[in-house]
């Protein structure tokens, strides 16, 4: 247990923050110089967020390699990170005994001047963020956007006040915030993920459901179950707006409409224009950019301006993204595909057969959706990280399954793999930390080995 140059006084508001990571060290960042009395506390001996926290070290307590029992015992309020479980047994405690418990989403809630648009789901959640980001700036509005994707939503404060907030949350995010009132919101889909934190799939989607506290605009996914049963359980009169990858039913809903054999991105029966000139691939990017138009109808974003910006979006890093061209075989970086609701999407949105590279740590996920788009989609799969068995046991008999050590061991099988025409995708269907330190890092590695591959097949 460490504790750095402070104690904690007895005269201002005594605050907690429990997780000095990324997360962690924006609040501490955020209440610092303000009149409250400031100490934090992380299980890791060296969190993520400690060398960004040596400016601190003179005024807020520290105590690492450990929770601190009395820390917690003597807070007034405590302001826990996202990658901390509420289960934990001195937050349940501090709970019991009516401190105040509450997460950096919150935080920022209490002090934003700008509506937030809050944009949640098991897959698409940063594509939909930062293509909904590009519309409003597109229209002319001034836009910050952050949360779970890039900047932590309290260093958001620091800029000029926007027109609005575009908020990516997390489940472990909403699950702290209880003052949410964003004037849209939508969750995009619901599928298996983080069932090592939660007791069921319907534990999870109750969590995800909590974007569409208040009384702001819902934005529907009309093809997913899970979240059309969220919106038959809104209060009665708030307005709706509604996705689907069918054709739209009236003004309210976007979707598609088919015209001399061309699928167009429509809202009602107004078509606004083929699916062809989004830059982005894959059936889950156009239900992405559906969602995307949605909520920038919400917001009152002009059409013009927001077909502008899918025309222009490229896509994100580490999601589907085209790396290469070998052998005539493609190869796509998913790396952000941490989950098997993410990995089916990315196989449906290749174009062609696909060797799939997956694997990592599995989060308890349930494997067994892979199977039918595994026995269309997949011509092969290389397995790696610590849960590959587990995830060859949904695999392997509806396609070959082969295991490698390693990314670049992973790359070379691929690519024996492979026949022209296939497309090789990485999108592992696993968290990454039994390998790597993120999942940008994962990317990053299977794009080195590609492109490592790439240089032995030039002339």
């Not at 997780?19 to 934090?40: E, F, H, I, N, P």
């Not at 949640?120 to 779970?148: C, E, F, H, P, Y």
């Not at 969220?230 to 088919?258: E, I, S, V, Y």
């Not at 990053?444 to 790439?454: G, I, K, M, P, T």
Request: hydrophobic share 45%; net charge negative; glycine share 8%.
């Amino acid at each position: 247990m460490l504790e750095m140059n402070h104690k904690m006084t007895a005269t201002a508001k005594r605050i907690l923050v429990v997780g000095l990571g990324k997360t962690g060290l924006s609040v501490v960042r955020y209440l610092d110089q303000q009149d409250v009395d400031l100490a934090v506390t992380d299980t890791r001996a060296r969190p993520s967020g400690l060398p960004g926290f040596e400016p601190y070290v003179s005024r807020v307590a520290a105590f690492l390699n450990g929770f601190d029992q009395q820390a917690f015992a003597s807070a007034d309020e405590i302001i826990v990170s996202p990658g901390v479980s509420l289960a934990e047994p001195l937050l349940v405690q501090a709970r019991q005994e009516g401190i105040p418990i509450y997460g950096d989403i919150e935080l920022f809630i209490r002090n934003a001047q700008a509506p937030i648009i809050a944009i949640t789901g098991s897959n698409g959640k940063s594509t939909v963020t930062s293509m909904l980001a590009v519309m409003g700036r597109q229209a002319g509005r001034q836009i910050l956007a952050g949360g779970n994707l890039g900047t932590p939503a309290l260093e958001l404060l620091s800029e000029p006040v926007p027109d609005f907030y575009v908020l990516e949350l997390s489940s472990f995010q909403l699950e702290s915030t209880p003052s949410l009132n964003a004037c849209a919101a939508v969750v995009l889909n619901i599928s298996a993920d983080h069932m090592d934190r939660y007791d069921s799939l319907g534990d999870y989607a109750d969590i995800k459901e909590r974007i569409y506290q208040g009384d702001g605009v819902q934005v529907i996914n009309d093809d997913d179950i899970r979240v059309v049963a969220m919106a038959a359980c809104a209060q009665p009169g708030r307005k709706h707006l509604h996705f689907t990858m069918a054709t739209p039913a009236d003004k309210n809903t976007f979707g598609l409409l088919n015209a001399a054999g061309e699928d167009w991105l429509a809202q009602g029966q107004h078509a606004l224009m083929p699916v062809t000139e989004l830059r982005v691939r894959g059936r889950h990017n156009v239900a992405n950019a559906l969602a995307a138009l949605a909520l920038g109808s919400a917001a009152g974003f002009t059409e013009q301006a927001m077909l502008q910006a899918l025309r222009k979006f490229p896509g994100l890093p580490h999601r589907s993204q085209y790396v290469a061209t070998i052998n005539q075989v493609d190869w796509y970086n998913d790396s952000k595909g941490t989950n098997p609701g993410a990995t089916k999407a990315a196989i449906e949105g290749m174009p062609g057969s696909v060797v799939l590279i997956a694997g990592g740590e599995s989060k308890g996920a349930d494997f067994s959706s892979l199977r039918e788009v595994a026995s269309k989609k997949l011509h092969a799969a290389v397995l790696i990280g610590r849960d590959a068995a587990v995830l060859a046991d949904a695999l392997q008999d509806v396609t070959q399954v082969v295991f490698a050590e390693n990314m670049e061991q992973a790359v070379v099988m691929a690519a024996e793999l492979a026949r022209a025409g296939d497309d090789v995708l990485l999108s592992p269907a696993c968290a990454s930390f039994d390998m790597y330190q993120d999942y940008q890092q994962r990317g990053d590695d299977f794009v080195e080995c590609v492109r490592a591959l790439q240089q032995e097949f030039k002339p």
